[in-house]
């Protein structure tokens, strides 16, 4: 079993979900827990990639927060727990651009800011560590 920093783990997670799905890439090597990050913008990140990295089954996929239910399914939970009088407000959101930016300042008026960012912050967590047993990871506490 391979171990990964949780600290380098959490931060490629941010880095691939910084973007829509598919635009940042980060893959952790099955042999040494190295993290290797890829960008469709950027490809000047600093390090040599593995020609193989895509193609060989020695590297794992770090996940977008999207296929671990992390993007906008996890803002309806917290609003469908909280505040459900405010579910369709949000969801409505959820259809146009800028939501996150429209449901962050609803969260600021009924003073629940603080309350999502521990929300969010424990459920990524949580996705993470599941993700990595899954996987068969072992993670190194940094």
Not at 11 to 28: I, L, Q, T
Not at 121 to 137: F, I, K, P, T, Y
Request: proline share 3%.
């Amino acid at each position: 079993m391979v171990a990964i920093k949780y600290d380098d783990l959490s931060s490629a997670f941010d880095f691939v979900s910084s973007g829509a799905p598919f635009e940042n890439n980060a893959y952790v090597s099955l042999d040494t827990g190295k993290v290797y990050w890829s960008s469709d913008f950027d490809n000047d990140l600093d390090e040599e990639i593995p020609d193989d990295l895509e193609t060989s089954d020695r590297y794992l996929e770090i996940p977008h927060k999207n296929e671990l239910e992390l993007g906008r399914n996890l803002a309806l939970r917290l609003v469908e727990q909280q505040l459900p009088e405010c579910y369709e407000q949000v969801e409505g959101y959820f259809r146009r651009q800028g939501a996150y930016a429209s449901f962050k300042r609803l969260l600021e008026r009924k003073g629940m800011l603080e309350l999502w960012y521990a929300f969010e912050a424990d459920s990524v967590e949580r996705e993470l560590r599941q993700w990595c047993a899954e996987n068969g990871l072992e993670i190194l506490e940094s």
